[in-house]
């Protein structure tokens, strides 16, 4: 499974020059968490054409920061019920969003937040969807969904570190 995300993710990052990468989640109900989680471990670990987010539940309150950074590339990442195992994950593109149901601990629709995020800058929308195991009130993952925030914050960490995946074939003449 993880082989296929980051396979899936090296080719959706294959253009990129400005990567947001913006945690979503509620901290307090146990795996929602894994979006923050992942976020938090690739603090300090990334360059600065990488703008790191912990939106928690309300996404929406970042449009401004996601805006102003102006990314060729949006990436959320957040627990979501795709019929998969506990913490298997997904590459989701924003367009096909519709398809799944994202756990609904958020303000505001993330389809709507990245309607509104793509059409002012144009960034590539992508969804890292993590399949929970526990959403009740809690703290701390699932043994299943830690092990899967650990490989994906590495499988991460590969593709964002790589300094020629964030210049453009014109920015090397």
């Known amino acids: 499974m ?7 993710l090296k ?3 294959a253009d990129a020059q400005k ?19 992942i976020v938090k471990a690739l603090q300090g670990k990334v360059p600065e054409t990488v703008c790191l987010l912990e939106c928690e539940t309300v996404p929406e309150s970042y449009i401004l920061d996601v805006e102003q950074f102006q990314p060729t590339h949006v990436l959320l990442i957040d ?18 969003m519709v398809d799944y149901s994202a756990v609904s601990t958020h303000a505001l629709p993330l389809r709507i937040f990245c309607e ?31 092990a899967a925030s650990e490989r994906l914050t590495k499988v991460l960490l590969e593709r964002l570190v790589q300094k020629p995946l964030f210049f453009s074939k014109r920015s090397w003449r």
């Not at 969807?129 to 043994?143: N, Q, R």
Request: proline share 4%.
């Open 2 to 8: 993880f082989d296929t995300v980051g396979k899936d």
């Open 79 to 96: 627990a979501a019920f795709l019929e998969l195992k506990p913490g298997e994950a997904q590459l989701v593109d924003a367009e096909r």
């Open 116 to 146: 509104h995020v793509q059409k002012v800058t144009g960034a590539k929308i992508g969804l890292l969807l993590i399949e929970p195991a526990d959403m009740e009130f809690g703290e701390g993952l699932s043994v299943e969904v830690e």
């Open 19 to 37: 990567v947001v990468v913006a945690g979503i989640g509620n901290p307090i109900r146990s795996d929602d968490y894994v979006g923050l989680k």
């Open 11 to 13: 080719n959706w990052f």
